[in-house]
């Protein structure tokens, strides 16, 4: 399909429909990433809509080696979210469960293939498709911030170079904060180290998922940097589970909530 | 021989109450980890190398057997008799025969996971043989009977400060003196006396050509040249999966090799043996253990593209903060938690979810193994025969049921938001979650489902509304 902005949707000659994939725990805990994806993408001419009956993508059940219940919920996914034109998440590492592994569980349904290329998480949907060359209300946000590279972002949707590859440095979050006003953005020493969140390890390993999760801290905090910004909530949460048991002054920040000009009331 | 015994979260709990050992031990690490990078970045070509490398690795893998029967024939042609053995067992019974027939009272090795693997040492001193191991980070192991906490690294989980006690103690080095050049120094005259009076060498080996009947040792101490040249014996213990095709191939892999493991281009010595040196004999010992039945495992036959470099152990934030003794297969990291479950899942379970699926491993792979993926793969086989612990099945099991009824995920969410606030915090400090040090999410009044359907209610109303008025 080739990719149409939303905004020529005018001129388009039918609507394009974009299905919102709220993870689970996201619709829980943290409406707000939700919401602010929602505006966002409505301000930006698009006509999206939150399906009712969708419920988690899975990657727990996956990751932990439910392979019936991994199976059900990427069929139950695939026909919520089939009639969409694109669906679109605030979340690299539920997007890559999707896009990357449903296929260990689901490869032969034809309806999953259909759908697959038309899921994106937020960042890529704002720069692949709609082509996004500026926010649709002007963002003046003049702080520092360290870029937090969540690591299904990093390594299965190449949101940036990872550090073990060889490759020209390109970085989706860096690009995408480059239309914001005053921004400073920095990156922390180890620049793609995982902060240890990793879906149930955080609990199968608590004493070794902090340890991870301070010593990331550390390195986010040693840039100067006020706020942590990415675009995955999962490791968000659990950085910010630290920094607030420690009472750290840094703050975690999902990258949309910034994009939306509201980035300080997170 | 390691514990199988090791669960891996407690066994990284307890390395991680001394916290400056583990974050000493992590920069460490880490910096080897840093110097591959440098090294790597110096080839405009890397990415190709791993490209051929994996290529190389799975076209031999897919004709593994007419490779072996090609180098058995090659290595027989150059005068060397090449053993099979099943497993570990007949692996240690061979070399033990070689040994015992020939009166051998003294074996010098050279660095060799798969000896580790079988348990040779002990095997051998139970039967009346001193084995010396000559590398230096394993004979550090080895004076203080421990397995090697990394494959390259042996020693890594040591500082200086502990090595001049165990000096002091085994070999009678000043007291106190901490001096690495000193210390070397010292375990380097130890170790000439054992080469010199060795009856036999055995060494390990890191490339095995088809084309030539002939292997490659890699190490940097030259311990494999002193161990092959002194004494009359050289054995050769080799896993199945060591072949490459020929000997052209083998410059994709010495460059990838010593770079990857420790950062230099690379290794000090890579030394060939096609024959036993004059009035002596060369045994090559093919090992399976195993291997054939990964070999046949469509999710796991890639492991056995390994080299063992052990990049992957210095790029796992995981390794890195938990040390080689956390894991309970001889051999730790990412690789070892996909070879460890798929020899033993019952023992060995517990490896493939000492994880956080970062992925780093199978970027840094110099063959491309997708370890990451045959962690998760692993974690499937552990569900499916009954593994998981009791709590954590039956919360999948729930986790499956709501997923399928988003209106019962819903209440469950809500009576979360709405209880967690009022529970007292002596309730939760001992969770999973907050035990170690995280305070819990603050708790929304509502879900975005909720915000979301009421936006459009009152969207509807306005609209509703709107369309009232306009009516009248």
């Known amino acids: ?266 | 021989m390691k514990d199988d015994s090791v669960k891996h979260p407690q066994a990284a709990a307890e390395f991680l109450k001394d916290r400056a050992q583990a974050k000493w031990h992590d920069s460490a690490i880490w910096w080897v980890r840093q110097k591959r990078d440098a090294q790597a970045k110096q080839l405009p070509e890397w990415e190709e190398l791993r490209r051929l490398a994996r290529e190389i690795k799975a076209h031999t893998l897919s004709q593994l057997d007419d490779y072996l029967a090609q180098f058995e024939a090659n290595a027989q042609k150059n005068g060397v008799t090449v053993h099979w053995a099943a497993d570990a067992d007949e692996h240690n019974r061979i070399v033990h025969g070689i040994l015992a027939a020939r009166q051998v009272k003294k074996l010098v090795k050279s660095k060799s996971m798969l000896t580790e693997e079988c348990g040779l040492n002990p095997y051998l001193e139970q039967r009346g043989i001193e084995v010396v191991d000559t590398d230096l980070g394993e004979r550090i192991v080895q004076l203080r009977h421990e397995a090697p906490s990394h494959i390259v690294m042996p020693a890594i989980h040591l500082k200086k400060e502990q090595i001049s006690e165990l000096f002091h103690k085994e070999l009678g080095t000043e007291a106190g003196n901490n001096d690495p050049t000193y210390l070397t120094h010292a375990a380097r005259a130890n170790l000439r006396e054992h080469f010199l009076t060795a009856d036999a060498g055995l060494t390990g080996v890191n490339f095995a050509i088809a084309e030539t009947g002939g292997v490659v040792v890699c190490t940097n101490e030259g311990n494999a040249d002193l161990g092959t040249s002194l004494p009359p014996i050289h054995i050769a213990s080799m896993g199945l999966e060591k072949i490459i095709p020929k000997l052209e191939h083998l410059g994709v892999f010495t460059r990838l090799l010593a770079r990857s493991a420790i950062g230099s281009p690379v290794t000090t010595y890579t030394s060939h043996f096609h024959q036993a040196r004059p009035g002596g004999e060369m045994h090559i010992v093919i090992v399976d253990n195993g291997r054939s039945d990964i070999l046949g495992n469509e999710d796991f036959y890639q492991s056995l593209r390994c080299i063992r470099c052990g990049a992957c152990m210095n790029t796992c934030p995981v390794y890195r903060r938990s040390s080689g003794f956390s894991y309970s297969y001889i051999i730790p990291g990412p690789i070892g938690s996909t070879l460890g479950p798929s020899r033993d899942m019952k023992k060995h379970g517990s490896m493939a979810f000492a994880c956080s699926t970062c992925g780093s491993c199978s970027n840094v792979c110099p063959v491309k193994i997708n370890l990451h993926e045959q962690l998760v793969l692993h974690r499937k086989k552990a569900f499916d025969q009954n593994l998981l612990p009791t709590g954590k099945k039956m919360g999948l099991l729930a986790m499956r049921f709501l997923t399928q009824h988003p209106a019962l995920f819903d209440l469950g969410g809500k009576v979360m938001r709405k209880v967690v606030p009022i529970i007292p915090e002596s309730l939760t400090r001992h969770s999973a979650w907050s035990r170690a040090g995280r305070d819990l999410p603050p708790m929304p009044a509502q879900s975005f489902k909720e915000q979301y359907q009421q936006r459009s209610q009152n969207k509807k109303d306005k609209q509703d509304k709107k369309d009232k008025e306009e009516q009248q």
Request: charged share 20%; proline share 7%.
């Open chain 1, 1 to 266: 399909m080739q990719p149409v902005p939303c905004s020529s949707l005018s001129e388009a000659p039918r609507t394009m429909k974009i299905g919102l994939f709220i993870p689970c725990f996201i619709n829980e805990l943290f409406p707000h990433v939700a919401m602010a994806t929602l505006e966002l993408l409505e301000s930006l001419g698009c006509e999206v809509e939150f399906p009712l009956q969708q419920s988690c993508c899975g990657q727990p059940l996956a990751n932990n080696g439910d392979s019936k219940g991994a199976c059900d919920a990427a069929r139950r996914f695939t026909g919520v979210f089939q009639q969409y034109d694109y669906v679109v998440a605030p979340s690299g590492s539920c997007v890559s469960h999707v896009t990357h592994h449903y296929d260990w569980y689901i490869a032969e349904d034809p309806a999953y293939q259909q759908l697959k290329p038309k899921v994106y998480e937020i960042i890529e949907f704002l720069q692949d498709v709609l082509k996004l060359e500026k926010l649709p209300k002007p963002v003046y946000f003049p702080h520092k911030v360290s870029i937090h590279q969540s690591c299904h972002g990093l390594r299965e949707l190449h949101h940036a170079s990872p550090s073990e590859l060889m490759i020209p440095y390109q970085s989706r979050l860096e690009n995408i904060l480059k239309l914001v006003d005053g921004v400073d953005v920095l990156l922390p020493e180890r620049r793609d180290e995982c902060c240890g969140f990793g879906g149930t390890f955080c609990v199968d390993e608590p004493e070794l998922s902090t340890a991870m999760g301070e010593d990331r801290i550390a390195q986010h905090e040693a840039t100067g940097a006020e706020y942590i910004v990415g675009a995955d909530p999962s490791c968000l949460m659990h950085m910010g589970g630290i920094i607030r048991h420690q009472g750290k002054q840094i703050r975690p920040l999902h990258i949309v909530e910034i994009l939306t000009g509201r980035g300080a009331g997170a």
